[in-house]
């Protein structure tokens, strides 16, 4: 059936394009924000509804809540509004699936994706708690998993503060089978409640199925409050005891035995992580653990249990009539309204008609109801079997029987990927890729991709190999190096290192080679090196001693360019304001138009001469000598004291110098 707002425009900005989901409260549907021209999710609450102020204001505390947190695992609510009667939402749009839908096509999963899809849950969660919110419906059909990898949590519309009393008059609104059991009991939830949910959807994760199960809600709820969650590993032998213990705490029926928030479940989370081994890690259940009970682990990709669609819903469920979950559907898995007998049958509480309509039926006549009822009964059971039939079946074709999910083809040569799915009913349509890795003429990729749903009719595009890329390294020789460099990346390579090297016939700055040669196929991204000319070599002439100018000169004339050297040094073979040290050496060559640096001289460094007068010959000798200075002696009359030296003690003189003594 036509949904009437696919194809209108809600208050003059969203235009609507397709129906995505139906809940019991709202509708999701994609659209696109004309203004701002971006896709979005636009959710609608159902117009009978939107005339109730409770539903309207969870709509707006949605919002707002989300509006809080801004985090990027949580679907950002970018506006909210009403248009006449429709009252809406409007949601970042993430293209993908939920946690329920992988659930349901894979079964259990292997720990790491199901820690992997775990950490992001408690990474937007914990920044829901340290705001003082608690999510309340934490399950898989909240949890969306982009095309992209990303995972994000949705559906903030049971929010409430951390202090907010959550039952009213006996009435609770939740979701079955996560449902914590203090929120059961007293109605009343904080950050644990959500972490006791989390802890369900890893036992889930983990083994396929849930913790709990029941031919009624209020079943599930008494075997909740009474029994402990079983361990993932009774269901599936070999898992680590890591796991165990950590779905044991997370989903202790003490609240206080649990974390105490979702960051504190996040660090133990990645604290078990580290613990476990890469075949812990990557472990997988055999196919057919959940048809003959074997369990066990395997290598190997488990095929999921199918599955329904689980819709979110609001719903009012007496105690006698909380089984009545809908046909093709798991009652436990929707948000509901459980009415719960009170401890006093005298306080059992009214439900507003106002907040739950419901057509009243009318009593029988007096005297005919016994027999009415004998005569149309059969008739009336006969045309609502009927009308269910026709009905489901009606919904299944809508839902289901219009579509089949892609057949795997990766890595089949292209005739046998065409023959495959053609003999899927689906049309192929064929585009070319280069690839490292898939051979040529075999097929890289689908879209869409293996196992996704599509129309029985429709189109799949295969992706086939043209094998590795290879680029022809261009041919470079004469060019500038910037240029060379510029058409290497153009080209899909990637510039290496540079060498320079002197050269008669290839101007100076210009390229003389490559490697790999031009001419040469490479892959793309491949380094290609240059050696790049200096020209012809030209002998450095020496300027050492000479003035600073005359230096220049020479220099020049040669063909460099000259470069004063900041500091002066000292220099024992040059007297100072001459050239002490140059750089290419001297009696080196270079290349035309290099740059030569020359350093000028502050002459010899001079140091004092130790005073030895009246030491003896010997010792005056030793202190000299390690002072760095060579000495003379002159001995009058033989004596060994000395009475005079030259130069005198105090004065300064280079390293080297010969200090002369005179000794009697």
């Not at 209108?8 to 609507?16: F, I």
């Not at 660090?267 to 580290?274: D, I, K, L, P, S």
């Not at 009913?425 to 996704?452: E, H, M, N, W, Y």
Request: hydrophobic letters at 40%; a negative charge.
């Amino acid at each position: 059936m036509q949904d009437p707002l696919v194809g209108q425009t809600l208050d003059g900005r969203y235009r609507v394009e397709a129906r995505i989901a139906v809940g019991g409260m709202a509708t999701v549907y994609r659209a696109v924000d004309t203004r701002l021209d971006r896709v979005l999710a636009l959710k609608v609450m159902h117009p009978g509804l939107a005339a109730d102020t409770g539903f309207v204001e969870r709509f707006i505390r949605e919002a707002k809540a989300v509006a809080r947190l801004s985090h990027t695992n949580v679907v950002a609510v970018f506006d909210q509004g009403t248009d006449g009667t429709y009252v809406y939402l409007a949601m970042e749009y993430v293209a993908g699936c939920t946690l329920r839908d992988v659930l349901r096509e894979r079964g259990a999963l292997a720990p790491r994706a199901a820690l992997d899809i775990l950490e992001p849950v408690l990474a937007a969660l914990g920044a829901a708690h340290r705001a003082g919110l608690v999510h309340r419906d934490m399950k898989p059909e909240n949890v969306l998993i982009g095309d992209d990898g990303r995972v994000k949590v949705a559906d903030f519309g049971l929010v409430r503060a951390v202090d907010t009393q959550t039952s009213v008059s006996g009435a609770l609104l939740g979701t079955v089978s996560y449902l914590a059991p203090e929120q059961i009991g007293h109605g009343t939830v904080d950050q644990r409640t959500d972490v006791y949910a989390c802890g369900v959807m890893l036992y889930e994760m983990l083994t396929g199925a849930k913790p709990y199960t029941g031919d009624t809600p209020m079943q599930v709820i008494m075997r909740r409050l009474n029994e402990d969650v079983p361990p993932p590993s009774a269901a599936v032998p070999g898992l680590a005891p890591s796991l165990d213990a950590l779905v044991a705490r997370t989903t202790s029926r003490d609240a206080a035995g649990r974390p105490d928030d979702a960051v504190a479940m996040l660090a133990e989370v990645r604290g078990v992580r580290a613990e476990l081994s890469p075949q812990e890690m990557d472990a997988r259940p055999y196919e057919d653990a959940a048809a003959d009970g074997s369990g066990g682990y395997q290598d190997a990709v488990p095929a999921g249990p199918a599955g329904s669609e689980e819709p979110t819903s609001i719903v009012v469920r007496p105690p006698a009539a909380a089984a009545d979950g809908g046909e093709g559907e798991d009652p436990l898995n929707r948000t509901t309204r459980l009415l719960l007998p009170p401890p006093n049958p005298a306080d059992a509480p009214d439900v507003p008609a106002a907040e739950f309509p419901a057509a009243p039926v009318p009593p029988p006549p007096p005297g005919r109801a016994r027999a009415g009822r004998g005569r149309r009964g059969p008739l009336a059971v006969l045309v609502a079997l009927l009308v269910i039939l026709g009905v489901g079946a009606g919904v299944w074709y809508i839902s289901e029987g219009q579509f089949t999910h892609v057949p795997g083809v990766l890595a089949l040569p292209q005739d046998q990927a065409q023959h495959k799915l053609t003999s899927a009913g689906l049309d192929t349509r064929v585009k070319q890729d280069f690839s490292l890795t898939v051979p040529r003429g075999s097929v890289i990729s689908t879209d869409p991709a293996p196992g996704k749903r599509i129309r029985s009719n429709g189109t799949v595009t295969l992706t086939v190999s043209k094998g590795p890329q290879e680029i022809r390294v261009p041919d470079l020789a004469g060019r500038t190096l910037a240029d060379a460099q510029a058409q290497i990346k153009a080209a899909g390579l990637t510039p290496g290192a540079v060498t320079r090297s002197f050269n008669d016939s290839v101007p100076r700055g210009r390229v003389i080679v490559t490697e790999p040669a031009a001419g040469t196929q490479r892959a793309p991204g491949t380094p290609v090196t240059f050696t790049v000319s200096r020209g012809s070599p030209v002998d450095v002439p020496d300027v050492i001693g000479e003035s600073v100018t005359d230096a220049q000169q020479d220099l020049q004339d040669a063909g460099f360019t000259v470069v004063l050297a900041p500091e002066k040094v000292f220099s024992d073979e040059a007297d100072a304001d001459t050239v002490a040290l140059q750089s290419p050496d001297r009696d080196t060559q270079a290349g035309a138009g290099d740059t030569v640096t020359i350093t000028v001289s502050k002459g010899q460094q001079l140091f004092p001469v130790p005073d030895v007068k009246g030491k003896k010959q010997g010792e005056a000798e030793q202190i000299l000598k390690d002072a760095g200075f060579d000495v003379r002696v002159i001995n009058i009359f033989f004596g060994d004291t000395v009475f005079s030296e030259s130069p005198d003690g105090g004065n300064q003189a280079p390293k080297g110098a010969t200090v002369t003594l005179w000794v009697r």
